[in-house]
């Protein structure tokens, strides 16, 4: 089955920028350089790449920030993708313990953090949407994250699938998206990386741009094909 004559997909990206014990965070390296990176490598066809954004690492104090480019990717003319169906947001985070790629099928509505996030906030046991019920809810991203991953491995990534993405700002951004992905019929994937002394930074810029084209297919075609 091919993609011809189907509206493209479009994928915006975003990292994180340092943090407590993480003075130079891998996925700003890799968000900021994405483009670049896949103007030369050659766009999979069927995708547009979209806005690349680091973020601060803060929980609370970041949410208006983080809406504001959720949003934006919903108005934005300059989309090639004709319907919220059609938009991806993968969020990068690392894990500074983490040998491998991680991908996340959750997020969680809690907010429980073990340091100050950068903006000195360290919340306990509080939810991260309080409207959208306690701590214990969940929310799943729809895209396949099994084949995801089993397609990924295919390639001969170190990658796992993951039911946990903490109860740092990790998780907070994942909820917010997730929920947002909800409210507006977009698509939305959290991937957790290793730090570049675990897995060199070329083939991380490798993995992401598998995970770009690997991803578009779950919209694309259905799971049994990846």
Not at 72 to 78: C, G, L, R, Y
Not at 183 to 211: C, R, W, Y
Request: with cysteine; hydrophobic share 40%; charged share 20%.
């Amino acid at each position: 089955m091919g993609s011809e004559g189907l509206p493209a997909v479009t994928i915006h990206v975003t990292g994180f920028k340092k943090f407590h014990g993480v003075a130079e965070n891998p996925t700003e390296t890799i968000v900021s350089n994405l483009k670049e990176y896949m103007k030369k490598k050659g766009m999979p066809k069927g995708m547009v790449l979209g806005s690349c954004s680091v973020l601060e690492a803060a929980g609370q104090g970041g949410v208006s920030p983080l809406y504001q480019i959720l949003q934006s990717a919903i108005n934005s003319k300059d989309s090639e993708s004709s319907s919220p169906g059609r938009i991806i947001w993968l969020h990068l985070g690392v894990n500074s313990g983490a040998t491998r790629f991680a991908i996340e099928h959750q997020a969680v509505n809690e907010a429980t953090f073990r340091c100050p996030d950068e903006m000195g906030w360290k919340p306990q046991k509080v939810p991260i949407i309080p409207s959208d019920g306690g701590i214990s809810r969940v929310r799943e991203t729809t895209l396949p994250v099994e084949e995801i991953t089993k397609s990924l491995a295919k390639k001969g990534y170190e990658v796992t699938t993951s039911n946990d993405a903490g109860r740092f700002v990790c998780n907070y951004v994942y909820y917010h998206s997730l929920w947002f992905a909800e409210q507006n019929g977009t698509k939305s994937l959290f991937v957790h990386v290793p730090l570049f002394l675990t897995i060199d930074e070329d083939t991380q810029m490798q993995f992401a741009a598998s995970l770009l084209e690997i991803s578009i297919l779950g919209v694309l075609f259905l799971p049994s094909v990846l």
